[in-house]
């Protein structure tokens, strides 16, 4: 059974920083690409980071220089490191495991972040 677990989600101020947290379970872990979307209310899921199998990461305009997304394959664990965070961050953010071939996506339940003074 395939699980993906986030944690860290919380409220936090404007200019604030949060750590999230997705650990794996039941997939072979360093084989799989890891992502991390997020869903604003009324607005479609989209991604905010990835880190391939060799730890090459990517982010769309407008959350490059602010969040960091990292992989520790011996703990089976991705995190995303928040910084100078807006509240237009405000979202469920989720954690997703892809692979090509063979194929596998899988997808977290999801951990709220809400950025408000």
């Known amino acids: 059974q395939v699980n993906l677990v986030e944690s860290g989600g919380a409220l936090v101020q404007p200019g604030g920083s949060l750590r999230l947290s997705c650990a794996a379970s039941?997939?072979?872990?360093?084989?799989?690409?890891m992502k991390w979307y997020r869903q604003a209310p009324g607005k479609q899921r989209e991604q905010v980071a990835v880190?391939?199998?060799?730890?090459?990461?990517s982010y769309p305009d407008d959350v490059r220089g602010r969040f960091t997304i990292s992989r520790d394959n011996d703990k089976n664990i991705v995190e995303l490191q928040m910084n100078s965070l807006k509240p237009e961050d405000t979202a469920v953010y989720y954690c997703?495991?892809?692979?090509?071939?063979?194929?596998?996506?899988?997808w977290g339940q999801g951990t709220q972040v809400t950025v408000s003074s």
């Open positions: 997703n495991a892809h692979r090509e071939s063979p194929a596998g996506d899988y």
């Open positions: 880190i391939t199998r060799s730890a090459r990461t």
């Open positions: 039941g997939i072979a872990f360093s084989t799989y690409f």
